[in-house]
C-alpha cells in the first residue's frame, strides 16, 4: 500500500512512512535471495526426480556435504513445503480375516478326532517326533507313536491299528501339515469314508482340545520313559534328561 501511495498519488516516500509506520529503510528494502530461492528450489526438484526416496533431510545433507551449498536448513525446508515434495506415505494394508467358525463339540465317541505332531531334541542333537490322536468328546488319548520319522504312510498304519480295536470316527481333525495334505491320507480318508477337517489359518491354539498337554506330556510321560529306559522305544536319552541329571 505505502508503495502504491508513491506510484499513484504522488506522495512522498517520508509522508508515506510515517503514515504507516514503518521506516524508509524498510520502503527501499529489495529481496536478494529470490535468485538463490530459484536455484535451490531446481535443485530440489532434480533431487525429488532421480532420488524418490529420498525426503528433505537427505536432500538438505546432500547439498550442505556433496554440493558445498551453505544454506540454511530452514530456507531449504520452507522451499521444500512449497513445492509440495513430500514422499506420500502409503497406508498399511490391512488383511481382513474372516471370523473363525465355532469348534463343535462332539456328542458320541468316535464322531471326531484329533490328531497332531509333537517334536523335542535329544542329547546328541537329533530330534524325535510323537504322533498323538485322541478323542475329542473325552480327551482320551488313542495312540502315541515315537520315532525319527513319521511319514505319511506311518500315520495311515497308526490310524489302521487303532480303528482295528476302537471303529472308525466320523471325521479327523488336524492342522496343514505335509504329512496331513499328502495324498496319501486323502486317499486312505476316501477309502474309509472319513471327513479330514483342517483349522483354519492362524488358529493354531484351535487345532486339538488336548495342546495344553503337550508340555506336560513331554516333560512327565515321555521323558521319564526315555530316562529310565523304554524297552519298546529305540531312542536315547533327550535333552531334557541330560541337562537335569536323569539315570
Same mark, same amino acid.
Given at each position: 500500500?505505502?508503495?502504491? %501511495?508513491?506510484?499513484?498519488?504522488?506522495?512522498?516516500?517520508?509522508?508515506?512512512?510515517?503514515?504507516?509506520?514503518?521506516?524508509?529503510? /524498510?520502503?527501499?528494502?529489495?529481496?536478494?535471495?529470490?535468485?538463490?530461492?530459484?536455484?535451490?528450489?531446481? /535443485?530440489?526438484?532434480?533431487?525429488?526426480?532421480?532420488?524418490?526416496?529420498?525426503?528433505?533431510?537427505?536432500?538438505?545433507?546432500?547439498?550442505?556435504?556433496?554440493?558445498?551449498?551453505?544454506?540454511?536448513?530452514?530456507?531449504?525446508?520452507?522451499?521444500?513445503?512449497?513445492?509440495?515434495?513430500?514422499?506420500?506415505?502409503?497406508?498399511?494394508?490391512?488383511?481382513?480375516?474372516?471370523?473363525?467358525?465355532?469348534?463343535?463339540?462332539?456328542?458320541?465317541?468316535?464322531?471326531?478326532? %484329533?490328531?497332531?505332531?509333537?517334536?523335542?531334541?535329544?542329547?546328541?542333537?537329533?530330534?524325535?517326533?510323537?504322533?498323538?490322536?485322541?478323542?475329542?468328546?473325552?480327551?482320551?488319548?488313542?495312540?502315541?507313536?515315537?520315532?525319527?520319522?513319521?511319514?505319511?504312510?506311518?500315520?495311515?498304519?497308526?490310524?489302521?491299528?487303532?480303528?482295528?480295536?476302537?471303529?472308525?470316527?466320523?471325521?479327523?481333525?488336524?492342522?496343514?501339515?505335509?504329512?496331513?495334505?499328502?495324498?496319501?491320507?486323502?486317499?486312505?480318508?476316501?477309502?474309509?469314508?472319513?471327513?479330514?477337517?483342517?483349522?483354519?489359518?492362524?488358529?493354531?491354539?484351535?487345532?486339538?482340545?488336548?495342546?495344553?498337554?503337550?508340555?506336560?506330556?513331554?516333560?512327565?510321560?515321555?521323558? %521319564?520313559?526315555? /530316562?529310565?529306559?523304554?524297552?519298546?522305544?529305540?531312542?536315547?536319552?533327550?535333552?531334557? /534328561?541330560?541337562?537335569?541329571?536323569?539315570?
Amino acid at each position: 500500500m505505502a508503495q502504491q %501511495s508513491v506510484e499513484y498519488k504522488g506522495v512522498s516516500i517520508r509522508l508515506v512512512c510515517m503514515a504507516f509506520g514503518i521506516s524508509q529503510t /524498510c520502503y527501499r528494502y529489495q529481496s536478494k535471495q529470490s535468485a538463490e530461492n530459484v536455484e535451490i528450489a531446481d /535443485c530440489l526438484v532434480r533431487l525429488a526426480h532421480h532420488q524418490r526416496n529420498w525426503g528433505v533431510g537427505l536432500c538438505f545433507l546432500y547439498l550442505r556435504n556433496m554440493k558445498g551449498y551453505g544454506w540454511n536448513h530452514k530456507r531449504v525446508y520452507r522451499i521444500y513445503r512449497e513445492l509440495e515434495l513430500k514422499l506420500r506415505i502409503k497406508p498399511r494394508k490391512r488383511i481382513i480375516r474372516e471370523k473363525p467358525a465355532s469348534l463343535t463339540v462332539p456328542e458320541s465317541i468316535n464322531q471326531c478326532w %484329533s490328531m497332531d505332531f509333537m517334536h523335542d531334541p535329544l542329547s546328541d542333537g537329533r530330534s524325535y517326533r510323537l504322533f498323538n490322536v485322541i478323542d475329542d468328546i473325552n480327551r482320551e488319548a488313542l495312540a502315541i507313536d515315537i520315532n525319527f520319522s513319521l511319514p505319511p504312510v506311518r500315520v495311515v498304519r497308526s490310524l489302521n491299528q487303532i480303528i482295528e480295536w476302537r471303529g472308525k470316527p466320523v471325521s479327523i481333525r488336524s492342522d496343514n501339515g505335509p504329512e496331513y495334505i499328502s495324498g496319501t491320507l486323502k486317499s486312505w480318508a476316501e477309502q474309509h469314508a472319513i471327513r479330514l477337517d483342517y483349522i483354519q489359518p492362524s488358529t493354531h491354539s484351535r487345532t486339538l482340545i488336548f495342546y495344553h498337554r503337550h508340555k506336560m506330556l513331554c516333560q512327565l510321560d515321555i521323558q %521319564s520313559r526315555l /530316562c529310565h529306559g523304554y524297552d519298546d522305544s529305540h531312542l536315547p536319552r533327550s535333552k531334557h /534328561c541330560a541337562d537335569n541329571g536323569c539315570n
